[in-house]
């Protein structure tokens, strides 16, 4: 009996002829009728000439931003990003990077990925939320990982590395991979460290560069916070170019959120009009998990631990009081993130609060009434974003965002005049700078290390206006302009949220789920 899994899937050898789905170069015109066995795929990013009218009339899918999408980076590459044209498709990687990578050399026998390798970004069939998924991704991203060829010369090359935007757990980790494989794997002896964000790049006499080497990040993973001194405001793309080119620094990587990452393409679109060859590659960083396309970024995980502890810090409170209600304040500007994985994670958690659902005091302290009364005491998680409607401020900050009222402590003076009179009392915990401040976690810090290093290697094969991050868990590469384009928010009609509702056992009036 042949098994139904090899009818359909084709995962063994066919019965006719040897013939497998994976060997199509005798079943394209270019080639079939070549001496040989046929195996593999023919090149048709090489023999197709003709650009196809969809292509031209579609691009494939048309992306949010400027009508970018993630299968398109002839733009990003620096064999062709001045070149006239749409920039549809992909750089032919394989004919204009001509270095040999020298991890090639060493490792002759290490898997190199072809060029042209893409993680499709949809990937379920007969999908309920296929309307929820970015039509950006839907061509593919390409993979940002080691090839065996390289459009920089290693022996060339100068790097600076800047961190930005606030404190993260991991932007060590991130430092240090960069330093590590620049240095180790492609022998790049000059790795700047540009202090205070943009300001260093800006304004390297006044925040001098630090050399980064082994024996410099050696252990800085072990503690948080960023060696290089993260910091807010300071671009100039045209004193950042002048900068890079009196060092000579041909690769930049830019550690930052999104606010960073639209800098980040503002840079590119620079150094293109001038023509001054850089790569620039993004790391994309948000405590918060807020950037879009990609599936998370890092220091994400180890907020939602050193959330999760903090919460049951709370609950200890709340449990050893008659009628206590432990409230926690986690960070979440505009996305409830943290918040329901640190509930989900602590599993002891009465109500979450996120940005993305608006409900009533009148509901918050029905559920309370009714938790207390069935367990004695309760907990609740709440996103500092959560609820504004009853703490705005009407004001904004020296770089436009608006301030945020206290949601925290308004909850807290609202809770202990509920329950006061009913003999109970909340216990109000605002951990944010300590959850920031935090060393990376073990399995949050191989995530960083694993951005760092395919950071380097995008940039070592010519990728500029770029930033790397997990699309189904693989590292992939999409243009910068894409990442600035928005903010991720937690979707409540996903899986995600609705277990989270699930666990805490909030009503229907408190889930964002009715209509």
């Known amino acids: 009996v042949v098994s139904p899994l090899a009818k359909e899937c084709c995962l063994e050898m066919a019965v006719a002829g040897g013939e497998t789905s994976g060997h199509l170069k005798k079943h394209h015109l270019s080639c079939w009728q070549e001496e040989g066995d046929g195996l593999g795929l023919p090149e048709e990013n090489v023999v197709n000439k003709v650009v196809s009218p969809l292509a031209k009339e ?65 990937i379920i069939q007969n999908d309920s939320k296929a309307g929820l998924r970015p039509p950006e991704l839907r061509a593919g991203c390409v993979r940002a990982n080691a090839c065996r060829q390289l459009w920089w010369d290693p022996a060339a090359c100068r790097a600076a590395v800047v961190t930005c935007g606030g404190l993260c757990p991991g932007l060590n980790s991130i430092i240090r991979g960069l330093t590590n494989c620049l240095w180790h794997e492609y022998g790049v002896r000059e790795v700047f460290g ?82 001054q060859a850089v790569s620039i590659v993004g790391i994309p960083k948000s405590i918060d998990n807020d950037v879009v396309m990609f599936d998370k970024t890092f220091g994400f995980e180890s907020a939602v631990a050193e959330a999760s502890e903090v919460i049951r810090n709370g609950w200890v409170e709340a449990s050893s009081c008659d009628k206590g209600v432990g409230i926690v304040k986690l960070m979440g500007r505009d996305a409830g993130f943290v918040a329901m994985f640190a509930a989900l994670a602590s599993d002891i958690v009465d109500l979450c609060l996120i940005p993305e659902v ?14 207390v009364e069935r367990k004695g005491h309760m907990v609740i998680a709440v996103a500092e974003g959560a ?34 009179p009913r003999g109970g009392r909340s216990f109000y915990i605002d951990p944010s700078y300590i959850i920031r401040s935090a060393p ?22 010519g990728y500029t206006g770029v930033c790397v991050g997990p699309v189904h868990d693989i590292i992939c590469m999409l243009p910068s302009r894409l990442i600035a384009s928005g903010k991720k928010k937690v979707n409540v009609k996903r899986s995600a949220w609705q277990q989270c509702v699930q666990a805490c056992g909030m009503p229907h009036s408190l889930a964002g789920l009715t209509g």
């Not at 964000?197 to 050696?218: A, C, E, H, M, Q």
């Not at 608006?358 to 938790?371: G, K, N, P, Q, Y």
């Open 387 to 420: 609820l504004q409607k009853f703490v705005a401020t009407g004001k904004r900050d020296a770089t436009g965002h608006v301030v945020y009222g206290d949601i925290g402590t308004f909850l807290r003076d609202k809770v202990n005049e509920h329950m006061k």
């Open 58 to 122: 579609c691009c494939l899918e048309m992306a949010v931003a400027g009508g970018e999408t993630s299968g398109h980076l002839k733009k990003h590459h620096l064999s062709c990003w001045q070149e006239e044209g749409d920039g549809l498709g992909l750089p032919e990687e394989n004919v204009v990077n001509k270095v040999v990578s020298p991890l090639a050399k060493e490792w002759p026998s290490m898997n190199f990925k072809n060029p042209n390798e893409l993680v499709m970004g949809h």
């Open 358 to 371: 608006d409900v009533s005091l009148e509901d918050i302290m029905a559920h309370v009434d009714r938790t």
């Open 440 to 461: 990376i976690r073990p399995h949050d810090h191989t995530f960083c290390s694993r951005l760092a290093i395919d950071a380097v290697h995008t940039a070592m094969r």
């Open 194 to 275: 540009m202090q205070a964000g943009y300001n260093g790049l800006s304004d390297p006499d006044i925040y001098p560069p630090i050399k980064l080497t082994p024996d410099f990040v050696r252990e800085i993973h072990m503690k948080g916070g960023s060696v290089l001194k993260a910091g807010r405001g300071g671009f100039d793309a045209e004193k950042i170019l002048d900068g890079l080119k009196k060092l000579g620094v041909n690769m930049v990587f830019l550690v930052g959120g999104d606010g960073t990452q639209f800098a980040g393409n503002l840079l590119y679109e620079a150094a293109l009009k001038r023509g």
